[in-house]
Nanobody, 124 residues
């Protein structure tokens, strides 16, 4: 099963920005970005339908995070601006390859292929 390859992440101060990337060589219906902190379930934060470009954002990141895509590179990006300490987590991208709604509800069980995860730390 083809996996996703993530890059980006790191440590920034509050108010800073980071850009995550997620590359896949296989066609997928949608890509979702999840984040997870120790002891908690993954939280869906943003997603995109790859064919239409329709995007979905959790209320907690709306207006601060943006997804965009590069078709030539088969890569999706998560631009994270105005970062807050509560954004600190391990971020994963995941792909859903079957039909049906990707983001209603936005649950990790609906996504079958996952990236390796990348740490984002927001701290002063």
């Amino acid at each position: 099963q083809e996996h996703l390859v993530e890059s980006g992440g790191g440590s920034v101060q509050p108010g800073g920005s980071l850009r995550l990337s997620c590359a896949t060589s296989a066609y997928t219906i949608c890509i979702g970005w999840f984040r997870q902190t120790p002891g908690k379930e993954p939280e869906g934060v943003a997603g995109i339908y790859t064919a239409t470009g329709y995007t979905h954002y959790a209320d907690s990141v709306k207006g601060r995070f943006t997804i965009d895509r590069d078709f030539a590179k088969n890569t999706m990006y998560l631009q994270m601006n105005s970062l807050k300490p509560e954004d600190t987590a391990t971020y994963y991208c995941a792909a859903r390859d079957s039909g049906g709604s990707c983001f209603t509800p936005f649950l990790p069980v609906k996504f079958t292929r996952w990236g390796q995860g990348t740490q984002v730390t927001v701290s002063s």
